[in-house]
């Protein structure tokens, strides 16, 4: 007999992973499954940042480290959060993890208490929701649409805010839309939270080196409410470092304190040779990933124009991140070999199966007629994934 707790029974697993997992057993079985269901970039880590992995290997730097990462790296964290952000941050400000996933649930664990209000916008990455679950927080789910590139107005924001509400999470860019909020759009969030003084912000922006529209925005950017804001981000999407396991969370002083406290007794301090890798990423200046980019978006332009050839695919053009996120509500009702397509967990098994694609049903990220696919592979691979998706939907009736 098992007896699991009612916390772990709560909580569901990762759809990105579990897509991820079914991809890597057919694999095993022979079948030539494209895969692009995880945002985990193709590109090999910069060899500046290696080498610097390398040199700390040799150089036997290899023990405990201080929970929030050593002082140094703080430092150089801080300095990039000046010199690209124009933030301004203390090494004191800053806590390393174990990712950027560790960074939030570091952040939702100290400052949300069961019954606590979190506003969500949706889609939203699949952990947001999860991790609240943890803390016994309460969503509070703002749906966006594809027409406005699937971001909130600050009038929809405040329409959402009660004396019970203490925090909002949300991404930008977006995992898993691809949008990208303007200054002016922030802006406008700013002057709604500054009005309620127990509102927090948790900002991820993870992405924030994969933007297709110029510099990056940051939530903290401004100072009336720059100490209500958390900014989560990291080194694996931007630096290519998904396997290092490296976030960042810059915040006042009293929150990074309590995450230390809280990471002190999870998992201690992220390995001491990531943290070295981390240090070089950090004085890498912002053009030196920029040939990932460039590339991200060249792979988004070829996604847009075949995806015009798919039937029943409605999209809008994201502006950063990795990933496109279709409207597939078209194909509900459409059958193929007595299987019914009735939402997109239907039509995203539909296409494993037939077309040996993996992507993630928007189930996982607040909304099951949309499916999510990422381009973080070759142009091959997205040319033939493509080909055998509209192959595959003629196919439906």
Same mark, same amino acid.
């Given at each position: 007999m098992t007896h699991l707790s009612d916390r772990v029974n709560l909580i569901s697993e990762s759809q990105t992973i579990a897509m991820a997992r079914k991809s890597r057993e057919l694999k095993a079985e022979g079948i030539d499954i494209i895969s692009l269901s995880l945002g985990e970039p193709d590109f090999a880590t910069p060899e500046v940042i290696k080498q610097a992995a390398i040199k700390a290997i040799n150089d036997n730097f290899s023990y405990y480290t201080h929970v929030s990462g050593y002082v140094e790296l703080r430092g150089a964290i801080a300095q990039k959060f000046k010199r690209d952000n124009n933030l301004d941050y203390s090494p004191d400000?800053?806590? /390393?993890? !174990?990712?950027?996933?560790?960074?939030? +649930?570091?952040?939702?664990? &100290?400052?949300?208490?069961?019954?606590? #209000?979190? *506003?969500?916008? +949706?889609?939203?990455? /699949?952990?947001?929701? =999860?991790?609240?679950?943890? +803390?016994?927080? /309460?969503?509070?789910? *703002?749906?966006? @649409?594809? #027409?406005?590139?699937?971001?909130? !107005?600050? =009038? =929809?924001?405040? +329409?959402?805010?009660?004396?019970? @509400?203490? $925090? $909002? $999470?949300?991404? @930008?860019? &977006?995992?898993? @839309?691809?949008?990208v909020y303007s200054k002016k759009e922030l802006r406008a969030i700013a002057d709604v939270v500054k009005q309620h003084e127990e509102l927090y912000i948790m900002s991820d922006e993870i992405y924030e080196h994969i933007n297709f529209i110029g510099g990056h925005e940051s939530m903290a950017q401004f100072p009336e409410i720059k100490e209500r804001v958390i900014t989560i981000n990291g080194v694996s999407k931007g630096f290519a470092m998904t396997g290092w396991r490296g976030g960042i969370m810059a915040a006042p002083k009293w929150i990074a304190q309590a995450c230390d406290k809280m990471q002190g007794q999870f998992t201690s301090a992220t390995c001491s040779i990531t943290q070295k890798a981390m240090h070089a990423a950090m004085e890498l200046p912002a053009e030196s990933t920029h040939y990932m980019r460039d590339a991200f978006l060249k792979r988004r332009n070829l996604v847009l124009e075949l995806m015009k050839e798919i039937p029943g695919f409605k999209t809008n053009t994201p502006q950063g991140a990795f990933y496109v996120y279709p409207e597939v509500s078209a194909l509900f009702g459409k059958s193929y070999n007595g299987f019914t397509v009735n939402n997109a967990t239907d039509l995203s098994m539909f296409l494993l199966d037939v077309a040996h694609v993996a992507l993630v049903p928007g189930a996982a990220f607040g909304d099951d007629k949309y499916i999510r696919f990422s381009y973080a592979t070759s142009e091959d691979k997205l040319t033939e994934a493509l080909k055998r998706m509209k192959e595959a939907i003629e196919k439906l009736k």
């Open positions: 400000d800053i806590v /390393v993890s !174990t990712g950027a996933k560790q960074s939030i +649930a570091n952040a939702v664990l &100290c400052l949300i208490n069961p019954g606590d #209000e979190v *506003i969500i916008p +949706a889609p939203f990455w /699949v952990s947001y929701l =999860e991790i609240l679950k943890l +803390a016994g927080g /309460v969503p509070i789910i *703002i749906n966006t @649409t594809l #027409e406005n590139d699937f971001k909130i !107005t600050a =009038e =929809e924001l405040k +329409a959402h805010i009660t004396p019970k @509400t203490r $925090m $909002m $999470m949300f991404s @930008t860019p &977006c995992n898993p @839309t691809g949008s």
